[in-house]
């Protein structure tokens, strides 16, 4: 893992939280909408905090899917729930919400997950197609590709 | 009975968004490194191969289902039960799905990682 890679996981992570943060505040601006009046979706678009919502969550998905390119799904996905925790900093330090107890613990968790995942290597190698003979799963020294 | 459509809407945005997450982890690894590819050929060839790869044509469309199983899911249950009983319940999913469908090696680490995020979601939510 290069410091670019790191980069790109940790831009996963905060367009996904922020640009949801932000399509959250923007709706709740725009308030409930009708199914008689389907054409104040389009019009929410003009609310900057939803607009600004989806330019992020367009970042997000194209840093997944760079992210993709080059590390396992089973690695991305726990790796990037750092989210869920920044979210809830977010909350306790930012907006003042009450976190509860089972809210840190649950913070807690998604922590440990994240360092555990984030130890082993990010990609699964296929030596199979190459070399046969040799065993199938990565040797710790491939982690620090060039 | 309200409980019943609940879970099968959980059950139906798990199947989408884990169906996608593999289709498109696997349309990437047929792109391959985008950063290179972009070094090497330009944004417009990254594009091009992204946009024409049928995995991620396929798991766009997969991704979608499941954010529309979760608006249907969200009119017929509580959004407390449906948000996080299937982001959390997806993380598990898709390392059984990973590890059968795209051959990554699964290993106790991460095993522990999707059950530790997964539980952590539920107990954000609570």
């Known amino acids: ?146 | 009975m309200k409980q019943a459509y609940a879970w099968s809407a959980i059950a139906a945005i798990v199947l989408a968004s884990t169906t996608g997450d593999v289709l498109l982890s696997r349309a990437m690894k047929q792109v391959g490194d985008v950063g290179a590819l972009w070094w090497q050929s330009g944004l417009w060839m990254v594009l091009s191969r992204v946009l024409r790869n049928p995995n991620f044509l396929l798991g766009v469309l997969a991704m979608t289902t499941a954010f529309y199983s979760l608006l249907f899911g969200l009119s017929w249950g509580d959004v407390s039960l449906i948000a996080p009983a299937s982001a959390s319940l997806t993380f598990v999913t898709n390392a059984v799905a990973a590890k059968i469908f795209l051959h990554e090696r699964v290993d106790h680490r991460r095993w522990m990682a999707a059950v530790l995020v997964a539980c952590g979601v539920v107990l954000l939510a609570a």
């Open chain 1, 1 to 146: 893992m290069t410091l670019r890679k790191y980069l790109v996981l940790a831009g996963v992570t905060l367009c996904a939280s922020i640009g949801d943060s932000l399509l959250s505040r923007g709706m709740k601006q725009v308030g409930s909408i009708s199914l008689n009046h389907l054409s104040h979706v389009i019009l929410a678009v003009l609310n900057p905090s939803v607009a600004l919502g989806i330019l992020l969550l367009l970042g997000f998905f194209a840093s997944y899917m760079t992210a993709l390119s080059w590390a396992d799904l089973t690695y991305v996905l726990p790796a990037t729930s750092l989210g869920y925790v920044l979210l809830t900093l977010i909350a306790k330090f930012y907006l003042h919400e009450a976190v509860t107890t089972s809210r840190w613990i649950g913070v807690l968790l998604i922590s440990a997950g994240v360092g555990f995942v984030t130890q082993g290597p990010a990609l699964t190698h296929h030596p199979a197609k190459a070399q046969p003979h040799k065993t199938e799963y990565e040797p710790a020294s491939v982690r620090n590709e060039p």
